[in-house]
Structures are given as C-alpha cells and as structure tokens.
C-alpha cells in the first residue's frame, strides 16, 4: 500500500487545524473506504470535506465579496446567507462555482482549484455509478489528497480582520465619515494586485446597485481603487457601461440607474476612453450636437461655453468612427464668427493639444473639404483664427508633404 498523506491518519485535527468535527469525520471515513479499497466513494468523502472547508473558508473571507467575482460563472450561485446551516446556506450553489469563485478571491491555489476538478471529473466519469475504462486507483486518491493537503488544509483560515472582507464591512452597513472614507482610501491603496481587484469588484457591484448608504460610501473609495488598477481592470467599467446601454435588462439595479452611475464616475476619473468605441462614440455625437445647436443659436456664446465644458468633461478620447462630426463642431467654435468667438474654445484645448500626426492631418483636411468647418472663414475674425491654428499644427508636424498639406489649406483659407 503507498503511503499515506499525513490527512488521512486519524489524528489529523492536531496536524491541521484547520479542520472541524465534521471533516475530520469525512475524512475518516475516506480512510476506512481507502483501507476496503473502495477508492470512488473515499474520493468522494474527501471531496465533501474539502467543500465543506471552502465554504467556511469563503464566509470568513466575505460572502459578498464571493459573490462579487462569481456573478458572472455560469451555474447556481444563490448564496442564502438566512439559512441556519452551513449546508443551508451553500444550497443553492454549484460546489464547481464555489471552487471558481475561491480561485479568483485567492482562497484557493490554483493547484488545489485542479485537484478539485480533478475530483469533479473523476466522481462524473470514473465512479462505480459511470461505466468507464477508467477507474480511480489507489495511486489517484494518494496523489489527489497530498495535493489537497499541501494547497488547502495545511493553509491558515483567513483571518477576517484582515481581510478585504474586514476592510470593507463597515462599507455596507452603514454612512461613512469622510475622515473613514480617507483612512479606508489609504488602506485600499496599499492592497496587493490580487486583493485590489476583489476590492475593485465589490466597489463597482456597489456603485451598479445605487442602494444607499452603500453608494456614497463606494463613490467615495472608488477613486482610490481606480489609482491603483491596472488597464485591464479599467476596462471593466467601460464594458459594464456598454454592456448596460446595449441591452438595459442587464441592469440589474433596482432604479435601471447603473449606466448614469458608471458615466458619472468615468468622466470624474478622465475614464471615458475606457468605454468600447461604438458607445463612446454616441456620448460625444450627443455632446457636439449639443455644440452645434449653440453655436447656431443667435446670442448663444454662453451656450457654446456651457456646451463646449460639457464635451471636455469627456476628454479628447473621440473615436474614429465619430472624429470628423464632433471635430468640425470644435473648428467651427474654434475659429467663431463674424463678431469674434466665445471663451468656449478654452475649454476645447486639450482638443487640439491631444492630437497625434495622423489626427492633425485629418483636422487640416476639413478645412479644405468640410463645409461646416469652411461656413464662416470667409469673414475676417473666423479665417484669422483658422490661419492662426493651421500655423500651429504645422509647427507639430515633421514630415514636409503633411506639412505641405497644412500650406494647400492655408491657401485655400485665404481664398475665401
């Protein structure tokens, strides 16, 4: 007979302490089903040990935080945290979602993850209830449980009051001071990568909800997060963003307020590029045609400012899909009328300082082929301003034939 791990002597509650009566139990019965070489069904008590053992690894961690990154696994996941039992309350979850959901909040190793779905499959295709080739063999439990042993029950519980779960409880149950929010903030910037995104998830699910006091509280934290999140995490709300314009029944919020929600806080973190082109390529549609209709309003200065503020707000991020229609809107302010211009192009600048080669190019193009650019520089003020402009994209530019292309427009300015 091989060796047995040190999990399944009868002692073992001593050598691991992280077990509880009714796992050391589990896994003393997988020990007499191994000892009567009925390898499947001692598989499967070591199975419902280390399941029972994640769950409660899992509840001290923070359900919620579970929740946090398992939405999105396909199977059951209806946690009921007002059953009484363990069982109870883990009912309505699929053991392979909880598995999942522990590998993403760190509670598992991934080597410990494989050794479980090693077990799932084994249980689905090599039991006694499943004719099959293959058989679980007295090697299979030995190597499956050392496995198990060294990446799960030799690891401490975690330990609520360090936790994310522990830094983020006061989070949900009630309005946090700013003085809170401050220390908390300091507290998520110090996170590891790993801990940061369980804590970047659980703010954004809050901040989807809209339920208060957990809102303000997530408006308040989740600019910190967002400091320290890599790329690809901000990218997460841009799609969630786009997921909830494309089709609304995914809001799940109870006020269908998600998607205000995200915009909000994409334009106070100077995010929006963060959102796909397609939806970002509608914010700024709105937005020019909203400069439009004050620079074609009679006495609409104040207009075009308040306009111009909002389009900014957004930042120079416009798609390609939508450049010339919100560009020929920012030219025609830009340059005026035939009484001056309004302060509105200062808050167009970062507009123009923002554009790359391949971008000034096309910009320099609209004032030999876009009408709504070339509509007012026949007058004296409109074409000294677009002079003024061209020059200085010319000056960014390197190549002589694009800056040969900034001097045919020129020409054609001032033939108007």
Wanted: hydrophobic share 40%; aromatic share 8%.
């Amino acid at each position: 007979m091989a060796d047995l791990p040190a999990l399944l002597e009868k002692n073992n509650s001593k050598d691991f302490p992280v077990l509880v009566q009714y796992e050391s139990g589990l896994l003393a019965e997988a020990r007499k089903l191994f000892d009567s070489e009925m390898y499947p069904y001692a598989l499967l008590a070591i199975w419902n040990a280390a399941v029972h053992n994640l769950r409660r690894r899992v509840e001290s961690y923070g359900v919620d935080l579970w929740v946090s990154v398992a939405k999105d696994e396909s199977g059951r996941k209806k946690h009921d945290k007002d059953g009484e039992s363990l069982s109870e309350r883990w009912s309505g979850v699929d053991d392979l979602v909880l598995i999942s959901g522990s590998t993403k909040l760190g509670l598992l190793n991934k080597k410990a993850g494989k050794a479980l779905e090693m077990i799932n499959w084994m249980r689905n295709h090599a039991s006694p209830a499943h004719d099959s080739d293959h058989h679980v063999e007295q090697e299979d439990v030995v190597a499956l449980v050392l496995l198990l042993q060294k990446n799960l029950f030799e690891n401490p519980m975690p330990d609520p009051g360090h936790s994310v779960a522990g830094l983020f409880e006061p989070v949900k149950n009630k309005q946090l001071s700013t003085d809170k929010i401050t220390t908390l903030s300091d507290e998520v910037k110090g996170l590891k990568q790993a801990d940061l995104r369980v804590a970047f998830g659980f703010l954004l699910d809050l901040l989807c909800q809209g339920e208060e006091p957990t809102l303000k509280n997530a408006k308040g934290l989740m600019p910190a997060a967002w400091e320290k999140a890599p790329e690809e995490l901000r990218k997460v709300v841009g799609l969630r963003y786009h997921a909830n314009k494309l089709d609304p029944d995914s809001d799940n919020s109870s006020d269908k307020g998600a998607a205000t929600r995200l915009l909000d806080f994409l334009t106070e973190v100077d995010g929006i590029k963060y959102i796909p082109d397609s939806s970002r390529a509608r914010l700024y549609r709105v937005a020019a045609k909203k400069l439009a209709d004050a620079k074609d309003t009679s006495y609409g200065w104040p207009s075009e400012e308040k306009a111009a503020k909002t389009l900014s707000q957004f930042g120079p991020w416009v798609p390609s899909v939508a450049f010339e229609e919100v560009y020929q809107e920012i030219l025609a302010v830009w340059c005026g009328n035939y009484w001056g211009r309004s302060s509105a192009h200062s808050s167009l600048t970062s507009f123009i300082e923002e554009l790359n080669t391949t971008q000034i190019r096309q910009v320099v193009k609209f004032f030999i082929t876009n009408e709504r650019v070339k509509s007012e520089l026949s007058q004296h003020k409109p074409k000294k301003q677009a002079v003024t402009l061209l020059n200085a994209l010319s000056k960014s530019l390197t190549i002589q034939s694009h800056k040969d292309e900034v001097q045919q427009a020129l020409d054609e300015v001032n033939d108007l």
